[in-house]
């Protein structure tokens, strides 16, 4: 996404900019994060909308998983890389509560179905 002079910067490679009546947009240049949060002056409630442009990062996994050659030696080995937006939508398919946890097992079954392979960065079951 490219930042404008509409944008102001503020800490932490993120920008903030007013997109209209009620509306305003944070980008998080670090993890290529788009925020648009709506408020509905009526109601007084928000509603926050999150993208993130996910093709470079799943295409790197994918890159990953065909190089894998296996584990060497003890240590730990990252298994997944899973965007933010994306991450957040399983942990809510999990039943996330804060200061409950979520179910393990569904992340597991989630990580392992075949249509999110792609999250993966090394090949089998996690």
Known sequence: MEVSSAWTK????TYFRKAGDGVFQRYNAVLGILSTYHFDHASGKVSV???QR???ILDFNVMQQNEHRGFKGDGLHQATRIPTVEY???????????GQGYDDRKFRQILNDRD???LKTVPGRI
């Open 116 to 118: 999110n392979y792609k």
């Open 54 to 56: 996910i093709d470079d």
């Open 10 to 13: 503020e800490k932490y490679g």
């Open 88 to 98: 957040w939508k399983i942990m809510k398919q999990c039943g996330f509560t804060p």
């Open 49 to 51: 909308r999150q993208e």
